[in-house]
C-alpha cells in the first residue's frame, strides 16, 4: 500500500519538505503537514491557521489540507468511524470552496455528514474541519488501494481540484480470518527417482485467535506429504488443533518423493486441505501440482568442466595434477570399459586410475582419476581425453597446459570486498534521558572501534523516538552529514549528546517502532538516481538531497547491507502496530530475522521491573524486548553504568573474509614472495604444504584487507610425476 500512496501523493502534486540538512519548512504547491486525525470539531477563521508552519502566498488564495490522506484502517463491521480533514486558507484573499463531494466510490459506506450543501468561503488565516464517516454495512474484500475520494473544488489558482484519497477495510467483530500464501503450488519438475519440496504459510489476519483443526491432503493422485514440523515432533504438523494469534501465521512444508513411490512420468495434481474455525471459509484447498520426468537412460557425465588447463610448467618436470570426476546421472549401472588419449598425447598428459579398468559406477554416484602435465617442449600442448563406457555415449575431455624454459611463477588472489552494514539508531531525546544521552556519546567510540576492526563498509544514522507527523524531523536523519561513516565519530556523538536540544525533543511520543519503520521505508529511502541542483529539478513528492532527488533519509539503506538497529529509551515503545507486525517489516526488508542479515539490540528499562540508578530511571520495556529477542540481538539495561558492551556487539560483524590462497604449482617453500597491493608483506603468513596453500594469521600485519590483491612469487618444485 506504500507505493500506491506515494503514486498519490505524486498525482495530487504534493512537495514534502526537503531532503537536506538545510531544509526549510517552505511549502509549494499542496502542502501537507499531517498525516494523523486532526481533533475537535469545526473552527472559525482562528490564528492556527499557522499552527503547522507553512508559508502564507500573498496575492492569492493558496489551499493547504491536513491530513493528506485518510487511513480508516480497519473498522468493524456495523460500527462507525470518523476522521476529520483540515482545510486552511494559508493564502493572502478568500478561499472559496464548492460543496465537497465523494467521487469514485467502491463502497457506499464513505460519506461527509456534515459538509455544507451551498459555497462556502474562508478568509486568509482561517480554517474548516469536514467529518468523513466509514461505516461499513456488509462486508466487503480488503482492498489496498482507496474505497473512495474526497473531491474539493477551490480558487486556488494552483490547485483548483484536488481528491483526497481515503482508505479502509472492513471486518467481522471478534472474526479469525485465514489467508492462505501461495493459494497454488507448483512443486515443478521433479527428477524421476527424486523428490520436490514445497511451502505453504497460514496467516491470520483476524482479530481474534484462528484455531487450525487439520491440515492434510485429500483428493491427491500421488503420495503428497505433509512433512512434520520441527517444533512439534513426531507428528505430522502441531498435535491436534493448534492457534494462530491475529498477525501471527505458521508455515507448513510438503513434499512429493517418487523414490518412496512407483510413480509414472507426467503430471500430477494434488489438494491440501486447511480446516478452521474460520467463519466465512472453515475449509480452504490449495491445489499442488508436480510432474515427474521421464527416467534418464545410461547418462555417464564428465562434470569436470573441459577444457582442463595446467599453469605454466617447467620443462622436465610435472604440474600438480587434476582430478577428474565422472556422474553416473542415469537409472542404471554404468561400466568405464576404457580412457584414452589422442594419439601422441601420453607423455605429455599422462593419466592414473584408482584402479585397473573396468570400473563400475553405480546409478547416482560418481567416480574419479587423475591427469597430470610434464610438458617437453615451451609452448601450449593440448590433448583430447575420450572416456569409453558399456551402454553409454563416449565423453570427451579438452587438455591443455604450456611448458616454460623458466621456473617462476607468479600468481594474484582477490580478497572479498568489505561487507556492508547499515546501523540506524533510535534514540529518546526527553529530558528524562540527559545523564543516559551523556553515557551513550561518551561509549560510543566502542561502537566504531568494532566496526572498523569488523572491516566492514558502514552507514551510520540516527533518528529520534518520534513518528509524529506533526513534527518535521520525525523518523528523519538528524546528523550532519545525514548518513555518517567510520570517519564521523565525534558527529555522532555531538548529535546524541544534543539530542535534548534537538526539534520535537519535547514531544511525549514513545514510539520508537514506527519511526523505525518510517525511517527505513518510502518516501523517506527512496533515491530516483536523478542529478538536480534545485528542488524544482526533481518529480513531486521528493526534493533535491546532495545533489539527488530522493528523500529525507535517502541513500542510507542499501538493498546489499547488513542492517542493524539500536534502541535506546527510558519508556517502552508505544506504536500503534503489534510488535509481529514490526518483525515482518524487517522480514519483508532484510529477509528472515534467523539470518545475520537484520539484527537489533536495545538499552531500555529492565523486564520486568524496569531498573534505577541515581538520576536515571527507566521503565519496563517488554516491546522493545521482543522484538530483539525475535531477531537474535541483545539488550542491555539502560541503568547500567557502562554502554561499551552493548556498543561493541553492535558492531561486530562476523565477515568471510580469504585466509587460505591455494597455489597453482608446488612452490620451493623457501622462495615464496608475498606483496599486498604491490608491497611486500614479511611475517604473519604461512606456507601449507598438505594444501598447497597460503595461510594468513586474521589478526597478523599481512591478513589481506577487503577488496585488497594477494601477490605471490615463488619458484616452481620440480617433481617427477
Request: proline letters at 9%; hydrophobic letters at 40%.
Amino acid at each position: 500500500m506504500v507505493a500506491l500512496r506515494l503514486l498519490l501523493v505524486a498525482a495530487l502534486a504534493v512537495r514534502v519538505a526537503a531532503c537536506s540538512d538545510d531544509a526549510g519548512s517552505g511549502l509549494a504547491g499542496l502542502d501537507v503537514t499531517s498525516t494523523r486525525d486532526v481533533a475537535g470539531e469545526a473552527d472559525s477563521g482562528e490564528a492556527d491557521a499557522f499552527d503547522a508552519g507553512v508559508d502564507v502566498h500573498p496575492g492569492k488564495p493558496h489551499l493547504v489540507l491536513e491530513p493528506i490522506e485518510i487511513d480508516f484502517e480497519w473498522v468493524l463491521l456495523g460500527e462507525t468511524a470518523v476522521r476529520q480533514l483540515k482545510l486552511t486558507n494559508a493564502g493572502g484573499l478568500t478561499l472559496t470552496v464548492q460543496p465537497p463531494t465523494i467521487v469514485f466510490a467502491t463502497t457506499p459506506f464513505v460519506d461527509l455528514p456534515d459538509a455544507p450543501d451551498d459555497l462556502f468561503t474562508i478568509v486568509p488565516g482561517g480554517n474548516v474541519r469536514l467529518k468523513v464517516r466509514f461505516a461499513p454495512a456488509a462486508l466487503f474484500p480488503p482492498r489496498n488501494d482507496p474505497i473512495a475520494f474526497v473531491r474539493l473544488t477551490t480558487n486556488d489558482p494552483d490547485t483548483p481540484q484536488v481528491d483526497v484519497p481515503v482508505f479502509g477495510r472492513t471486518t467481522e467483530a471478534t472474526s479469525p480470518d485465514l489467508r492462505v500464501e501461495p493459494s497454488t503450488l507448483d512443486l515443478g519438475t521433479i527428477p524421476y527417482g527424486g523428490s520436490a519440496y514445497g511451502k505453504v504459510t497460514l496467516w491470520n489476519q483476524g482479530e481474534r485467535d484462528l484455531n487450525i483443526t487439520a491440515v492434510a491432503f485429500e483428493a491427491s493422485e500421488a503420495a503428497f506429504e505433509v512433512l512434520a514440523d520441527p517444533a512439534f515432533p513426531p507428528t505430522l504438523v502441531p498435535p491436534g488443533p493448534f492457534a494462530l494469534p491475529p498477525g501471527g501465521h505458521h508455515a507448513v512444508d510438503v513434499r512429493l518423493d517418487t523414490a518412496t513411490q512407483i510413480l509414472d512420468p507426467g503430471a500430477y495434481t494434488g489438494a491440501l486441505a486447511i480446516e478452521s474455525d474460520d467463519p466465512n471459509e472453515p475449509k480452504k484447498g490449495v491445489p499442488v501440482t508436480a510432474l515427474v520426468a521421464l527416467p534418464i537412460p545410461c547418462q555417464l557425465m564428465l562434470t569436470t568442466p573441459s577444457p582442463v588447463e595446467f599453469d605454466a610448467t617447467t620443462i622436465g618436470c610435472h604440474a600438480l595434477r587434476r582430478t577428474i570426476r565422472l556422474e553416473n546421472r542415469g537409472d542404471d549401472l554404468a561400466r568405464v570399459e576404457e580412457i584414452r588419449l589422442k594419439q601422441g598425447c601420453a607423455p605429455i598428459f599422462p593419466f592414473y586410475l584408482p584402479s585397473a579398468l573396468p570400473a563400475d559406477v553405480p546409478a547416482g554416484s560418481s567416480w574419479t582419476f587423475e591427469v597430470g602435465f610434464a610438458p617437453v617442449i615451451d609452448e601450449v600442448s593440448t590433448c583430447l581425453l575420450t572416456v569409453r563406457s558399456t551402454g553409454c555415449a563416449d565423453q570427451f575431455l579438452g587438455l591443455a597446459g604450456t611448458g616454460t624454459v623458466t621456473s617462476t611463477s607468479v600468481e594474484t588472489f582477490q580478497q572479498r570486498p568489505a561487507p556492508q552494514v547499515d546501523v540506524l539508531l533510535v534514540v529518546d531525546g526527553s529530558a528524562s534521558m540527559l545523564p543516559a544521552l551523556a553515557r551513550l556519546a561518551d561509549d560510543l567510540p566502542a561502537l566504531f572501534e568494532a566496526l572498523t576492526d569488523s572491516k566492514v563498509d558502514a552507514h551510520l544514522g540516527l533518528v529520534a523516538e518520534d513518528a509524529d507527523p506533526a513534527c518535521p524531523q520525525a523518523a528523519t536523519l538528524l546528523t550532519t552529514p545525514r548518513v555518517l561513516g567510520l570517519a564521523d565519530a565525534g558527529a555522532l556523538a555531538a548529535a546524541v549528546a544534543g539530542m535534548a536540544l534537538a526539534p520535537c525533543a519535547a514531544s511525549e511520543a514513545e514510539d520508537g517502532l514506527e519511526a523505525m519503520r518510517q525511517a527505513l521505508s518510502h518516501p523517506k529511502v527512496t533515491d530516483l538516481g536523478i542529478g538536480c541542483a534545485t528542488d524544482g529539478d526533481c518529480p513531486l513528492p521528493y526534493a533535491c538531497v546532495d545533489g539527488g532527488c530522493g528523500g529525507t533519509n535517502c541513500r542510507f539503506l542499501r538493498p546489499e547491507a547488513a542492517l542493524r538497529v539500536l534502541f535506546v529509551s527510558d519508556d517502552d515503545d508505544a506504536s500503534e502496530g503489534s510488535v509481529p507486525e514490526y518483525v515482518a517489516f524487517l522480514e519483508a526488508l532484510k529477509g528472515p530475522v534467523s539470518t545475520d542479515r537484520v539484527d537489533v539490540f536495545s538499552l531500555v528499562g529492565d523486564v520486568p521491573g524496569g531498573c534505577h540508578t541515581e538520576g536515571l530511571e527507566a521503565a519496563p520495556a517488554p516491546r522493545y524486548t521482543a522484538v530483539v529477542e525475535a531477531t537474535g540481538g541483545a539488550t542491555a539495561s539502560l541503568c547500567s553504568s557502562d554502554y561499551r558492551g552493548t556498543l561493541a556487539a553492535l558492531g561486530t560483524v562476523l565477515a568471510p573474509f580469504h585466509t587460505v590462497f591455494v597455489l597453482a604449482a608446488e612452490p620451493e617453500p623457501e622462495t615464496l614472495q608475498v606483496s599486498l597491493d604491490g608491497v611486500s608483506c614479511v611475517g604473519g603468513w604461512w606456507y601449507d604444504a598438505f594444501s598447497n596453500a597460503l595461510v594468513f594469521d586474521p589478526h597478523g600485519p599481512c591478513m589481506p584487507p577487503p577488496a585488497s590483491t594477494v601477490g605471490v612469487q615463488y619458484e616452481r618444485l620440480c617433481t617427477g610425476g
